[in-house]
């Protein structure tokens, strides 16, 4: 049935018609292929129902029997998993760089690749590139259509999938991102900022995954958070929950790319670590930054995190400055929500535990012990495939709903 269905599972590929045949589906997608007898246990369905909508789901295309389970003794049960047709598609967007991939229903990533772009030249080339690449590895997995695409900006998004007055992304003010890809590609298109996306990534494939409530925090270029409660990615009213980068915390701080001063994201994101660097470097508190600047004629990131690998004090220090007022926003973001761990994100390179230990510093010591006494904060573990499986998981949350 599966071979002759093949043709006919592209044609009819549509979403559950009902909660229960959703909970099927996202238990498939979240767990990996099961028998008949588990997916009855789990979702506490009776033996008919159970047969009655799996028979549904295979028809529309969206579930397959994937050989039989191990036997437990009596007469072995097939297993079942989603279908071969159901192929997710995932666009990173990032300041100087898109990368794509293409996922099963499980969100496995079968195939990425990705290029340097400037996204400052507006949204059209940038979602040009993004699908081309798209279709190359559409024709290279043999894939007929997309279930769905996911894409990630890096900056704030609205409700209908609207790039909305990103700092970083000149030129994609109002621009209908969501349905230039549903249009391009034939499919169901989402679009999220990048911090939602990485916590989605997370809560489906990193530490995540065992917790119901958990905070992201993203380091980098721009500075968001992620707020997973209760299991659903929490996005607010008008979608800008976690938005953090330009919280004010310093009346007399460095300006910001949104013009105020003393924003989160001026003291503590890459443009600020660079800022404090050079004003190390000028005032010769910093020599190894000090020859840096002189032989460069300028400082990057990576040679902030040299010199503070190096062992260079000030370097050090201006590293850890920045942690601690991360840390003092967690604190106040701790309390409020009372997550199960902090995952910290984007940290750039060779930085990553000297920000977490400083981090982690503050949040124990400045809140309740109430809400921190067995609250982890870790580093994130899974680099970029966590944006990758974040765009994935993104497309199959609107996918994986009954309508
Ligand atoms: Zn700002």
């Given at each position: 049935?599966?071979?002759?269905?093949?043709?006919?599972?592209?044609?009819?590929?549509?979403?559950?018609?009902?909660?229960?045949?959703?909970?099927?589906?996202?238990?498939?997608?979240?767990?990996?292929?099961?028998s008949?007898?588990e997916?009855?246990?789990?979702l506490?369905?009776?033996?008919?129902?159970?047969?009655?909508?799996?028979?549904?789901?295979?028809?529309?295309?969206?579930?397959?029997?994937?050989?039989?389970?191990?036997?437990?003794?009596?007469?072995?049960?097939?297993?079942?998993?989603?279908?071969?047709?159901v192929?997710?598609?995932?666009?990173?967007?990032?300041?100087?760089?898109?990368?794509?991939?293409?996922?099963?229903?499980?969100l496995?990533?079968?195939?990425?690749?990705g290029?340097?772009?400037?996204?400052?030249?507006?949204?059209?080339?940038?979602?040009?590139r993004?699908?081309?690449?798209?279709?190359?590895l559409?024709?290279?997995?043999?894939?007929?259509?997309?279930?769905?695409?996911?894409?990630?900006l890096?900056?704030?998004?609205?409700?209908?999938?609207?790039?909305?007055?990103?700092?970083?992304?000149?030129?994609?003010?109002?621009?209908?991102?969501?349905?230039?890809?549903?249009?391009?590609?034939?499919?169901?298109?989402?679009?999220?900022?990048?911090?939602?996306?990485?916590?989605?990534?997370?809560?489906?494939?990193?530490?995540?995954?065992t917790?119901?409530?958990?905070?992201?925090?993203?380091?980098?270029?721009?500075?968001g958070?992620?707020?997973?409660?209760?299991?659903?990615?929490?996005?607010?009213?008008?979608?800008s929950?976690?938005?953090?980068?330009?919280?004010?915390?310093?009346?007399?701080?460095?300006?910001?790319?949104?013009?105020?001063?003393?924003?989160?994201?001026a003291?503590?994101?890459?443009?600020?670590?660079?800022?404090?660097?050079?004003?190390?470097?000028?005032?010769?508190?910093?020599?190894?930054?000090?020859?840096?600047?002189?032989?460069?004629?300028?400082?990057?990131?990576?040679?902030?995190?040299?010199?503070a690998?190096?062992?260079?004090?000030?370097?050090?220090?201006?590293?850890?400055?920045?942690?601690?007022?991360l840390?003092?926003?967690?604190v106040?973001?701790?309390?409020?929500?009372?997550?199960?761990?902090?995952?910290?994100?984007?940290?750039?390179?060779?930085?990553?535990?000297?920000?977490?230990?400083?981090?982690?510093?503050?949040?124990?010591?400045?809140?309740?012990?109430?809400?921190?006494?067995?609250?982890?904060?870790?580093l994130?573990?899974?680099a970029?495939?966590?944006?990758?499986?974040?765009?994935?998981?993104?497309?199959?949350?609107?996918?994986?709903?009954?309508?």
């Amino acid at each position: 049935m599966e071979d002759s269905g093949r043709e006919v599972i592209v044609m009819t590929l549509v979403r559950p018609e009902n909660p229960q045949q959703a909970r099927m589906v996202r238990l498939l997608r979240d767990d990996g292929p099961r028998s008949r007898v588990e997916l009855g246990d789990t979702l506490g369905l009776s033996r008919s129902t159970l047969t009655t909508e799996l028979d549904r789901l295979v028809t529309r295309g969206l579930v397959e029997t994937a050989g039989l389970a191990a036997s437990r003794g009596g007469r072995r049960s097939s297993l079942l998993r989603l279908a071969a047709g159901v192929r997710f598609a995932g666009v990173v967007v990032a300041a100087d760089r898109i990368t794509v991939a293409v996922t099963d229903g499980e969100l496995n990533v079968l195939a990425e690749t990705g290029e340097p772009a400037d996204v400052r030249g507006g949204p059209e080339p940038v979602i040009g590139r993004a699908v081309d690449l798209l279709d190359k590895l559409r024709a290279e997995l043999g894939v007929a259509e997309f279930t769905g695409v996911g894409v990630a900006l890096p900056g704030p998004v609205d409700g209908d999938g609207t790039s909305i007055a990103p700092a970083a992304l000149p030129g994609w003010q109002r621009f209908p991102v969501r349905d230039a890809f549903a249009t391009e590609l034939g499919c169901p298109a989402l679009v999220d900022n990048d911090a939602n996306v990485l916590a989605l990534g997370e809560q489906h494939a990193g530490i995540g995954r065992t917790f119901d409530d958990f905070l992201y925090l993203k380091l980098g270029t721009a500075i968001g958070c992620g707020l997973v409660l209760g299991g659903t990615l929490y996005r607010g009213a008008t979608s800008s929950a976690g938005d953090i980068a330009h919280l004010p915390i310093g009346e007399d701080g460095p300006t910001c790319v949104c013009g105020e001063v003393g924003c989160l994201e001026a003291y503590s994101g890459d443009a600020g670590l660079v800022r404090a660097a050079l004003a190390a470097a000028r005032s010769g508190r910093s020599s190894a930054l000090s020859a840096r600047l002189t032989t460069a004629g300028t400082l990057t990131v990576p040679d902030v995190a040299a010199a503070a690998t190096a062992g260079d004090p000030a370097a050090q220090e201006l590293v850890r400055d920045a942690a601690r007022r991360l840390g003092r926003v967690l604190v106040g973001l701790v309390s409020f929500f009372n997550p199960g761990i902090v995952v910290i994100g984007g940290a750039p390179d060779g930085l990553g535990h000297i920000l977490l230990s400083e981090i982690r510093g503050v949040v124990y010591r400045r809140s309740a012990p109430q809400a921190t006494g067995t609250m982890p904060v870790v580093l994130s573990d899974l680099a970029e495939r966590a944006g990758l499986v974040g765009t994935a998981r993104l497309a199959s949350e609107h996918v994986f709903t009954s309508g």
